[in-house]
């Protein structure tokens, strides 16, 4: 009864046409019509099969709103929610009619420990339309290892870890401490990667660092290196704030490098993750970020 994968995300904005151009010229998604029930105060990105990976909602500020996380079937849903009502856990039903709004069958929604909402369901639906890409990504890597990963905020971090593994199922695949201050009197912020019921190396990170977005970053990964500079020069042309140059990061091994969205969180836009076998992998912890590369500009 573990979660399967990061199906969605919900994001506010001030400026949705901003967003749709982000979406279709740097990232390289394909905004939707209005389709949904918010119209033309909302934006949808498609990067797969799935009807859409990233809602983003008209609003008067810019925020991270939910992540949206499924299970592989009914059956899981049910004991997932059953566990979590036992550990005491608010949840709030959504309604038939937002459920087919998130192409889900069911949803709820609750809060992590650390206050990061989620919305938790089940039901795969698909249209049957093709994912072509505006600016020619040959495809993005989600189908059932999901939209990506995501590093949400979590100042109690022990707590919050414990939650997605006790009572969500999620596993661990790294742990680290990233010195940024540097110096001897650094503490250091820790970090937990957790991987869901998929291949991906994970699909939560939490970090114990403050985040006013709501978020850290998101990361969508594509096939290949090419398709990784591609969109680094899209970003560039287009004026968006690069955060960190092209670098590898050690524990997931991913080539990537990072950019600012219009709602004030970074996307990781990266290639080559691994794919870990979960029944012999041991998870690991980094003594440092990156085997090269990832330099830091958080300015912009």
């Known amino acids: 009864m573990a979660v399967k994968s990061l199906a969605y995300a919900v994001i506010d904005s001030a400026d949705i046409d901003a967003w749709r151009r982000y979406g279709e010229e740097v990232i390289g998604a394909r905004a939707l019509e209005n389709t949904g029930e918010g119209g033309a105060d909302e934006v949808r990105l498609r990067f797969d099969e799935r009807p859409f990976r990233l809602l983003i909602r008209k609003a008067d500020a810019d925020r991270f709103h939910a992540a949206g996380w499924v299970y592989g079937s009914k059956a899981d849903y049910d004991a997932g929610l059953a566990k979590l009502r036992a550990a005491g856990v608010a949840l709030e039903p959504a309604s038939a009619a937002e459920a087919k709004d998130r192409h889900l069958r069911e949803f709820v929604r609750l809060n992590d420990p650390s206050g990061n909402l989620l919305e938790l369901g089940w039901g795969n639906i698909v249209d049957g339309k093709p994912f072509i890409s505006p600016v020619g990504v040959p495809h993005f890597e989600m189908g059932e290892m999901g939209l990506g990963h995501v590093v949400l905020p979590a100042m109690k971090l022990a707590e919050t870890r414990a939650f997605y593994i006790d009572l969500l199922g999620f596993g661990d695949s790294d742990e680290m401490r990233a010195f940024v201050q540097g110096g001897p009197d650094d503490p250091g912020i820790g970090f937990h990667f957790l991987h869901c019921d998929n291949p991906r190396h994970h699909s939560i990170a ?32 287009a004026g968006t704030h690069i955060s960190s140059s092209f670098g590898k990061h050690m524990n997931d091994k991913m080539y990537s490098f990072y950019m600012r969205t219009p709602s004030g969180f970074d996307i990781e836009y990266g290639t080559g993750g691994i794919r870990p076998d979960w029944t012999t992998f041991t998870p690991t912890i980094s003594l440092k970020e990156d085997e090269w590369g990832h330099h830091w500009n958080f300015g912009g």
């Open 206 to 237: 939490l970090g114990e660092y403050p985040a006013p977005s709501g978020c850290i970053h998101m990361m969508f990964e594509v096939p290949t290196l090419d398709a990784v500079g591609q969109a680094l020069d899209r970003a560039i042309a």
